[in-house]
């Protein structure tokens, strides 16, 4: 009988799930790792708690201290569990364009929330740059003292899907996986993956799938970073070459049109038993994109990064699927078929 794990031991260990229609049409064996299922509901919570450990480790986060980020979702949930299964506190910025839900979830997650104004990065009162600055006001004033999470530039994010998402890939595929594909938002699951599979066979290939409205794609194609269109996509999408992303092993670029994410995440849903977010869609569509580019018989995985019920009011929304000039798949408008 186990009677002393704690919510943090129930981070990671996520299944490998496979996809039978990605797998049938391309003739590969393509593999989801079900992130969605760790307990915040998303990869994020790997990062969260490799921050908070590296911290503790090098004794920079004190008893009674706060964590502090600039996040609107996944990482401030995953932070937000960590430090309350440790007895830390948790303050996140957040751009006031954010939906309330996402604040709501932060607040009952624990975190004390400070709304800003959403300006772009370039602005020194952007949400990240306010956090920046909340952190050293609270190191030098709060009891405990504060530590800046900065999941973007902290390559500890890095290095835990290094230490634990990658090793688990390799032991569930028993070393037989081809190739490996996901989207960046910090470029710490792409990267510490994309790692800890070359260590171990230099041979499988690593995959970049970039949403439209991302610089990612050009710079890994063309060694430019140039962004052309726009997403709906949440949590992915990147401008520049983060620290985690730096050194990164990357020999393929897809770029993903949403109308392409959004078919595969409307057909997971209704055939495969799947609700996920929209960057799964991008990461599957470009798990494809490899499957196909390798040839039958390979085995390509990729992250399932978090649930559809996240985005009920986005993805699954008619109403915002037409405002957005997006098809709405029939199952979602589709009448009772019986009425008595
Ligand atoms: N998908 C979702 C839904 C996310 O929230 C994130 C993280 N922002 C990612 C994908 C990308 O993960 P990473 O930050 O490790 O690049």
């Known amino acids: 009988m186990q009677t002393n ?23 590969c064996t393509i593999l989801g790792k079900a992130e969605f299922m760790n307990p915040g509901g998303s990869v994020k919570d790997r990062a969260a708690l490799a921050i908070v450990e590296d911290a503790l480790q090098r004794g920079t986060l004190q008893p009674g201290g706060t964590i502090v980020e600039g996040t609107a979702g996944n990482t401030g949930i995953g932070l937000c569990l960590v430090a309350s ?14 939906s309330q839900e996402k604040k709501d979830m932060l607040r009952l997650s624990g975190a004390e929330l400070i709304e800003v104004p959403a300006v772009p990065y370039s602005n020194p009162n952007n949400y990240v740059k306010v956090s920046a600055r909340v952190a050293e ?52 699951t792409l990267a510490g993956i994309g790692q800890a599979l070359k260590e171990r066979n ?78 799964s869609g991008i990461n599957v569509a470009g798990a494809m994109r490899l499957a196909r580019e390798l040839g039958p018989g390979h085995t390509i995985v990729t992250i399932l990064c978090d649930s559809g019920a996240r985005y009920q009011s986005k993805l699954f929304n008619p109403a915002f699927l037409k405002s957005k000039g997006l098809p709405v798949p029939a199952w979602l408008v589709r009448p009772p078929s019986v009425s008595l």
């Open 5 to 27: 794990a704690s919510v943090l031991d129930a981070i990671g260990h996520t299944p490998l799930i496979k996809l039978r229609r990605a797998s049938e049409e391309t003739g």
């Open 85 to 98: 299964a440790l007895g830390f506190k948790t303050v996140i910025v957040i751009p006031d364009t954010q």
């Open 137 to 188: 006001h609270l190191g030098k004033t709060a009891p405990g003292g504060a530590i800046w999470a900065n999941q973007f530039d902290n390559v500890a994010n890095r290095e835990g899907h290094r230490r634990t998402t990658g090793p688990e890939i390799w032991e569930q595929t028993e070393g037989a996986v081809d190739g490996f594909v996901c989207a960046v938002g910090t470029g710490g």
């Open 202 to 279: 230099s041979k499988i290939r690593i995959g970049l799938a970039d949403p439209m409205g991302a610089s990612l794609f050009n710079f890994y194609a063309h060694g430019e970073l140039k962004s052309e269109g726009s997403s709906i996509t949440e949590g992915i999408g990147q401008g520049r070459i983060t620290a985690n992303l730096e050194g990164a092993p990357v020999d393929h670029a897809y770029q993903i049109e949403d109308t392409e994410a959004l078919d595969i995440v409307f057909d997971l849903a209704e055939h495969e038993g799947l609700l996920l977010g929209g960057s």
